[in-house]
Every structure is written in C-alpha cells, then in structure tokens.
C-alpha cells in the first residue's frame, strides 16, 4: 500500500464477444499464466455447454448464478483488547462480485467432471439454480456472520 495516495483501480475493457465487463472479470479469474486465449476457450465453450443443456440464454444464466453466490455481509477479525472477534461486516460491491468469481471457479476446479468446460458449466448451472458448493459457500459465510451478530458493536 503506498503512503502517499490512494491505489487507482484499474479499467478492465469487456470481453470481445459479448461487450461484458463481468465476463471478462471472470475470464481474468481463470486465465493461468497469461494465457487469456485458453481462459476464453474454457468460459465460451462452458457458456456454449450450458446452452445445449438448458435450451435459455448462457449469459442469464450466468448473471443469474453470480447473483446467488455473491455474499452480502462477512465476517473480518477484529482484535479487541486481547481477544480476537468475528465482526460481521457489509461486503464492497467490487468485493462481492471477486469473492463470487473466485468460489465459483474454485469449487468448478474441485468438481468431478472431465474438462474444466464441463466442471464450470455444471458450477454456473447449480448456481443459477440455488444450489451447488458455491451457493454453500456463502450460505457458510451468512450463517457465520449471523452466529457472531453479538459482536457488530465492535464494527469500524
């Protein structure tokens, strides 16, 4: 963190084929190496997997699984005179949608699956429908935040 002022974020310019800059947030997530035509090659063929298996449009769907697995509120660590609390805290819309990009693909990676096309298709699928590892994750996440909602007075 530079002393002096603050970090300026960086623009991302939308994905050439469909002029989104959330799909190409999520490419960045899943390029490994610098190697963004392997990432578009995964996530177009995933969205074009998902089209032949649900017959609706890929990129609702996938708006509609970040939607279900972006967190509202999490839980930081705050030491307070010795002891060290689990404060809920409201999660920052950029933060949201990165924490949502990088479960999905995590839990995609973890799935069962041959190709990541098809473990990444199946992860926005199960999101999309309210259920998959992802979807558990934040559920995870707002249970913790609820059972620690005693400590929200120690908030910054």
């Known amino acids: ?5 603050e970090v300026r974020k960086r623009e991302i310019l939308p994905d050439p084929k469909y002029r989104d800059v959330m799909i190409a947030k999520f490419i960045n997530g ?6 963004k035509s392997v990432a578009e090659g995964i996530f177009y063929g995933a969205l074009n997997l ?3 298996k649900t017959q609706s449009d890929p990129i609702k769907i996938f708006n509609q699984a970040m939607d279900h697995v972006k ?7 705050r030491r307070v005179g010795g ?16 924490l949502a990009i990088r479960w999905i693909i995590g839990y995609a990676k973890q799935r069962s699956e ?14 999309a429908n309210s259920r998959g590892a ?3 994750k934040r559920e995870d996440t707002h249970k913790m935040a609820e ?10």
């Open 1 to 5: 963190m530079p002393r002096k002022r």
């Open 30 to 35: 899943i390029m490994r190496e610098g190697k």
């Open 50 to 52: 998902i089209k032949d």
């Open 71 to 77: 967190p509202m509120i999490e839980v930081r660590p």
């Open 83 to 98: 002891a060290t609390y689990q404060v809920p805290v409201e999660v920052r819309p950029s933060r949201k949608t990165s």
């Open 114 to 127: 041959k190709t990541m096309k098809e473990k990444l298709s199946a992860e926005l699928i199960d999101a």
């Open 134 to 136: 992802s979807v558990k």
């Open 147 to 156: 059972a620690n909602k005693a400590f929200a007075h120690y908030r910054w």
